[in-house]
């Protein structure tokens, strides 16, 4: 079956831009992850989505960052007024376990701001 | 604060070795430990998991072990062959189900010598 899509596989912004990125996981997978690599931090977790609901928002990095995930599959993750630090591939991952410990993971989003 | 790493950046073996990558860990309160493999241009890829009461989990040419008094975990690869050159993460996971997310390492990139 189809597995967790991403698009834009590539994006390339102007510093001060908003730029929107999205995610759709694997169809019934109640679970839906945000995280971000870069060389200098790793993977790191964002945020996560059980059904339409995010409990913690506190792993966004700034309050330039927002997500929302509608009818329960469909997610996006929003940055506003890009800066150069935000340059990193955004990886988002489903799960249908509620322990979330196997996670698939989309190709992700580069980002990248000039 | 509380991490996951790993010893060793680049591991490079002969293809039909064993390989062995390493993790060691500070956060004692995971639930779960668990290693994703990563090749170029995708998104990370689970490979297995080992609950935090185990000590050792077998899968299929791989074997995760686990030692809880030096915090150290390792994954171990029996006869390695070119389709498994990438980076590996070792990750943990809290016991708040699926807001808890993963904690990744930094990676250790194998590289399987023909």
């Known amino acids: 079956g189809a597995g967790v899509s991403q698009s834009p596989s590539n994006k390339v912004t102007e510093k001060g831009k908003d730029v929107e990125l999205r995610c759709d996981p694997i169809s019934g997978h109640t679970a839906l992850y945000w995280y971000r690599q870069s060389l200098g931090q790793g993977l790191e977790f964002l945020i996560y989505f059980q059904g339409n609901s995010a409990p913690d928002k506190s792993g966004l990095p700034s309050d330039r960052f927002s997500a929302e995930r509608t009818g329960g599959s469909v997610s996006t993750l929003t940055i506003q007024r890009t800066q150069q630090e935000d340059s990193a591939v955004y990886l988002c991952?489903?799960?249908?376990?509620?322990?979330?410990?196997?996670?698939?993971f989309g190709p992700g989003t580069r980002l990248t701001v000039t | 604060g509380e991490s996951v790493g790993l010893h060793l950046p680049t591991l490079s073996v002969q293809e039909g070795d064993n390989s062995i990558i390493n993790c060691a860990y500070s956060n004692s309160a995971s639930d779960y430990f668990i290693w994703y493999k990563q090749e170029s241009g995708k998104g990370p890829q689970f490979i297995i998991d080992?609950?935090?009461?185990?000590d050792k989990r077998q899968g299929q040419r791989v074997t995760v072990l686990l030692n809880k008094t030096v915090k150290h975990l390792s994954l171990q690869i029996a006869a390695t062959q070119p389709g498994d050159s990438a980076v590996y993460f070792c990750a943990e996971k809290g016991s708040g189900g699926g807001a808890d997310g993963l904690t990744f390492g930094k990676g250790t990139h194998l590289i399987i010598q023909p």
């Open positions: 991952a489903s799960s249908s376990g509620l322990a979330g410990v196997e996670q698939y």
């Open positions: 080992i609950r935090s009461n185990m």
